[in-house]
């Protein structure tokens, strides 16, 4: 049969929009979350993290929430640019610092 | 000078051919770790390493054999691949395999199998 490849999730934004990307995580252990970014012919570029001791962390341009109950994590850009267009992937982590990752959601900057 | 530096970028081979990936990081790094990302999964973890001694083999097929010579490098030698092995593999380093380490990566190596 055909192989189907992966399906990724995707977010149109117009350029000066913010973008919200939302990630939900499996393990209830994990006590560490990252997000990265991967533009086309590129590795994953980290772009923040956050601890399971907090809720809410603010980089440039960029937050991350972090919601244990229902284990939920999004990543907010503001004004996002042309250049913010790439897959971005959550990961969470526990003990020996191992990545699980996420399937990814692709973000498009409409100019 | 990128922190994570993989070569080749891009690989052929034949099923029987033998050949090596290469990973060099510059970031005074001592834990080290190869990923698998394909068209059909999500980055799969393949193989860590902590001051050069592999601390976890995630059930990966033997026809992938790692090495780490020193805290700096590291290898994935391959060898009777299968076309399923076709993929980007990418190698990533964190300071230590403590909590809440942030890993960073190299751009990967595009493997084809013929």
């Known amino acids: 049969g055909e192989s189907v490849g992966l399906h990724l999730p995707t977010l149109s934004v117009q350029e000066g929009d913010n973008s919200i990307i939302n990630c939900a995580y499996s393990?209830?252990?994990?006590?560490?979350f990252i997000w990265y970014k991967q533009e086309s012919g590129k590795g994953p570029q980290f772009i923040i993290d956050?601890?399971?001791?907090?809720d809410k962390r603010q980089g440039q341009r960029v937050t991350v929430l972090l919601n244990k109950t229902v284990k939920h994590l999004s990543l907010q850009i503001a004004a996002t640019q042309p250049g913010d267009s790439a897959v971005y992937f959550c990961?969470?982590?526990?003990?020996?610092?191992?990545?699980?990752f996420g399937g990814g959601t692709r973000l498009m900057v409409k100019p | 000078e990128t922190g994570v530096t993989q070569t080749p970028r891009h690989l052929v081979m034949g099923m029987t051919n033998k050949k090596s990936l290469k990973c060099e990081q510059h970031?005074?790094?001592?834990?080290m770790y190869w990923y698998k990302q394909s068209a059909k999964k999500p980055l799969e973890l393949m193989f860590v390493?902590?001051?050069?001694?592999?601390?976890e083999n995630n059930s990966v097929p033997s026809r992938f054999s790692p090495e780490c010579p020193n805290s700096s490098h590291l290898f994935l030698h391959l060898h009777t691949l299968q076309p399923e092995d076709s993929a980007l593999y990418l190698c990533?380093?964190?300071?230590?395999?403590?909590?809440?380490?942030?890993?960073?990566f190299g751009d990967g190596t595009r493997l084809s199998i013929l």
């Open positions: 990533a380093s964190s300071h230590s395999r403590d909590r809440g380490q942030p890993q960073h």
């Open positions: 393990n209830s252990a994990s006590d560490y």
């Open positions: 956050i601890r399971s001791n907090m």
């Open positions: 990961a969470e982590s526990n003990a020996g610092n191992m990545l699980t």
């Open positions: 970031l005074g790094h001592n834990a």
């Open positions: 390493y902590s001051l050069e001694e592999r601390v």
